[in-house]
């Protein structure tokens, strides 16, 4: 299955690929040198959505989420967009925009484990490694 976006999403899409965060950048930077031959798109437009990053063999998205989504109606928005997507057959990550800027090598390698789990079964592979928690390890210094 293709995830395509609309036309209004696709142009929203290439306007956040020019107004990317800091944490947007340095996931970016960090994901599209891996050496696991995954693959990820930045702001991906899905449906009326954008999805900061997406790995399409994985069917996992990757949502880095700024001090926003916890104001107003964001939290029921964030929880009605992931429902779409889980109905199309996506995981979606959340890591807080914080997490991302104090804790990259965390997250990067916690991603990539879940995208390698993810690709190989949906391909039919067994897993390569043992299934991995969801909680990130302390961030290098000692931090938690």
């Not at 299955?1 to 999403?9: A, D, F, I, K, V």
């Not at 050496?35 to 063999?57: I, N």
């Not at 996506?90 to 990067?108: E, F, I, K, T």
């Not at 879940?114 to 969801?134: C, D, F, Q, T």
Request: glycine share 12%; aromatic share 4%.
């Amino acid at each position: 299955m293709r995830l395509g976006g609309s036309q209004s999403g696709a142009r929203n899409a290439k306007r956040l690929r020019q107004q990317m965060t800091p944490p947007e950048i340095a996931l970016w930077l960090a994901l599209r040198r891996n050496c696991a031959g995954l693959r990820f798109r930045r702001q991906h437009p899905a449906g009326d959505y954008v999805l900061d990053f997406y790995c399409a063999p994985a069917k996992l998205v990757i949502e880095i989420d700024g001090e926003a989504h916890n104001r107003g109606d964001r939290p029921a928005r964030d929880k009605t967009r992931d429902a779409w997507l889980g109905s199309r057959g996506l995981q979606v990550l959340r890591y807080p925009a914080g997490d991302v800027l104090s804790n990259l090598d965390g997250v990067v390698r916690q991603i990539r484990i879940i995208a390698a789990e993810r690709r190989n079964e949906i391909a039919g592979r067994p897993p390569s490694a043992p299934s991995v928690s969801l909680r990130l390890p302390p961030p290098p210094g000692g931090g938690g």
